[in-house]
């Protein structure tokens, strides 16, 4: 009998293909958990400032899609966003997107600087059948996340008479869904099996937890192109500038354009804020990170 986590746990991701990763888990069922999202706000980042239309927010074109990403193969492409775990608020989504995309966080508690990014807002105008292959086991520590904690409870309900089998393969994959990586190939099986399983089950997407925030503030999703076009409506961007000093961050928000109009001067809250939250005498403290 083949031992499939086993071979999984073999594989050299910097010299196979997903065509190996497909032939070792073909025959294997995979527990996913199904899922619909409707009327939410999904949020999605892009670095740098002076951003305003939809076209530069969207998706990365194809043929720009070079390497693996978390949920698409080269020459592929997904849109990447973020769910709020709250939709009353979206500052977890905010703080997400942010970290997602920030270098400063990337090098971690001791770096210094600010950073200017742009956050597209897309409201959910018709109902998304994802899934997660999220288990009881992901990133168990975290629990005041309330959609991580809503889709490990769905994983023991619906996958409640699933074998040992199955139920440590889906560990096993769940894990390599939420590990860092280090270089692009190390998303050869979260990609693959993503791919597939849209592909066979007629997914519009994926959810999964940020590893960047280690499972906290929300979920992060990654749609197909043609359900963006067609399930989503674009709202407005909002310019925001991430300020970091140690280990002492804050996001503001610092201008606003609603779709089809002028961008306003929208700054979230004043300086000194941000000059007590972070310890700084002024904003020139902090470098300005490209």
């Known amino acids: 009998m083949r031992d499939v986590i086993k071979e999984l746990k073999s594989l050299d991701l910097n010299n196979c293909s997903p065509k190996q990763v497909i032939e070792i888990i073909e025959n294997s069922p ?51 966003g973020v769910i709020s775990d709250d939709q009353k608020h979206q500052e977890n989504a905010r703080a997400l997107c942010a970290c997602e995309c920030s270098t400063l966080c990337k090098e971690g508690k001791e770096s210094i600087g600010r950073e200017f990014y742009t956050l597209s807002y897309w409201k959910i105008k018709e109902p998304l059948k994802v899934f997660s292959l999220i288990t009881d086991k992901t990133f168990p520590n975290v629990q005041d996340n309330k959609l991580l904690n809503m889709m490990r409870d769905m994983f023991l309900s619906v996958h409640k008479g699933s074998s040992e089998e199955e139920i440590n393969l889906a560990h096993l994959i769940s894990d390599d869904f939420s590990k860092p990586v280090f270089n692009d190939k190390e998303y050869m099986i979260s990609a693959t099996l993503t791919t597939e399983i849209i ?7 994926v959810v ?21 076009d067609a399930k989503l409506d674009f ?44 310890g700084i005498y002024s904003l020139d403290d902090l470098p300005i990170r490209e």
């Open 199 to 205: 592909a066979d089950m007629g997914f519009d997407g």
């Open 208 to 228: 999964y937890p940020s590893v960047r925030l280690s499972g906290q503030a929300g979920l992060n999703i990654a749609l197909k192109p043609s359900v963006v």
């Open 30 to 80: 995979i527990a996913i958990v199904p899922y619909i999202i409707k009327g939410a706000y999904i949020l999605r980042a892009r670095k740098g400032k002076g951003f305003k239309y939809q076209h530069e927010m969207t998706y990365c074109p194809a043929q720009y899609c070079t390497g693996y990403q978390r949920a698409s193969l080269p020459g592929d492409t997904m849109f990447y």
């Open 235 to 278: 709202i407005q961007v909002a310019e925001q500038v991430f300020y970091k000093n140690g280990d002492h961050s804050i996001n503001r928000i610092e201008n606003v354009t609603p779709k089809g109009q002028i961008t306003k001067n929208q700054i979230q809250f004043p300086d000194r804020v941000i000059q007590e939250r972070l």
